[in-house]
């Protein structure tokens, strides 16, 4: 009768362990991923291809929350005041982890203090465009055009302080011509526009332009990576403006005290997805590449990266505020 009576408490406590065992397995819950950019662009179009495979991935809702403005910075100060437990990540472009700094006076966070990193994503294609009536067919023919009529040309850009206009901005200071800069708010809204004829000129990702490339809508004038693209049959800007390129780095950070099991369970299931055909074949569709990191090297590439962008955004003249 004891050892009946023992083996019965022994089974009510091994029951009444597991909730507690549940609890403690990450994820338990639904996962938040901040996008810092409007719906459309590049950064929203890889967070929602990896999103999709995170979920499936760890049994879990990867959700995709777009905050918007500042140029990224409200999504992003909003992911570092975020309780860091592994719930709420961000998955943002360079643009906003380490070009803002250098552009505004104050951006609400420090990229190294208020973050870990998890691991890098995605590159993705850039390209500038126009409309198929502008009259320019290239670079050269566009900066020549330029100089003929300073200031009359608009430029759209996803914003004020978004890596689309930053780029519009080193490719005035390079050639030495003005554009009239005309921001929206995100990457479709100055796509839309340009298609409609409203700005002549756009520098747009690829996922937020290859449909209208195809379609014949947008005519590519160069490409802003400096190797040439292969969704794409242009020369790229560099070519024609030696020294001129860039290559945009997609990647996911979780708010700084983030538990280190939880930073490398995260990253293996990221690499996990970009090894995935279908995961390669999604990003491969709208000109993005897997770009693989450990936290560690992730960590070092944000170090390194601020300081050139620092260079890079005084050598431009860009300020925002």
């Not at 975020?82 to 719930?87: E, F, Q």
């Not at 691991?119 to 330029?146: D, I, M, R, W």
């Not at 009359?152 to 302080?161: E, Q, T, Y």
């Not at 004829?197 to 990576?225: A, C, E, T, Y």
């Amino acid at each position: 009768m004891f050892t009946k009576r023992r083996t019965l408490l022994a089974l009510a406590l091994s029951l009444a362990a597991v909730p507690a065992l549940s609890q403690d397995r990450y994820p338990n819950r639904p996962i938040t991923l901040i996008v810092p950019h409007a719906a459309g662009g590049a950064n929203d179009t890889i967070a929602r291809v990896i999103a999709q495979k995170l979920g499936e991935q760890l049994g879990q809702n990867v959700v995709v929350e777009n905050r918007v403005g500042a140029g990224g910075n409200i999504g992003t100060v909003a992911a570092a005041k975020s309780r860091p437990d592994g719930y709420t990540l961000i998955l943002t472009a360079d643009s906003s982890m380490v070009i803002n700094p250098s552009l505004y006076r104050s951006t609400g966070f420090d990229p190294l203090k208020d973050f870990e990193a998890v691991g890098s994503v995605a590159t993705a294609g850039y390209v500038l465009v126009a409309h198929p009536a502008f009259p320019a067919k290239n670079v050269a023919e566009l900066v020549a055009l330029a100089k003929q009529q300073p200031g009359k040309i608009n430029i759209g850009s996803a914003g004020n302080g978004t890596l689309n206009h930053l780029i519009g901005e080193m490719l005035g200071k390079a050639t030495d011509i003005n554009l009239t800069h005309v921001p929206y708010k995100g990457a479709a809204a100055a796509a839309t526009d340009l298609v409609a004829g409203q700005v002549q000129v756009s520098v747009q990702s690829l996922p937020s332009s290859i449909s209208f490339i195809r379609s014949g809508r947008m005519k590519v004038l160069g490409v802003v990576n400096p190797k040439r693209l292969p969704a794409v049959d242009a020369p790229t800007i560099g070519e024609t403006v030696p020294g001129f390129g860039a290559t945009p780095w997609y990647g996911v950070f979780a708010p700084a005290g983030t538990p280190r099991a939880i930073i490398t369970q995260l990253n293996a299931e990221i690499a996990k997805a970009l090894d995935s055909t279908e995961v390669q074949e999604r990003l491969a569709a709208v000109g993005c590449e897997p770009f693989k990191s450990t936290p560690e090297q992730f960590a070092q590439l944000v170090r390194e990266d601020l300081p050139r962008w620092a260079r890079i955004v005084k050598e431009s003249g860009a300020t925002i505020d």
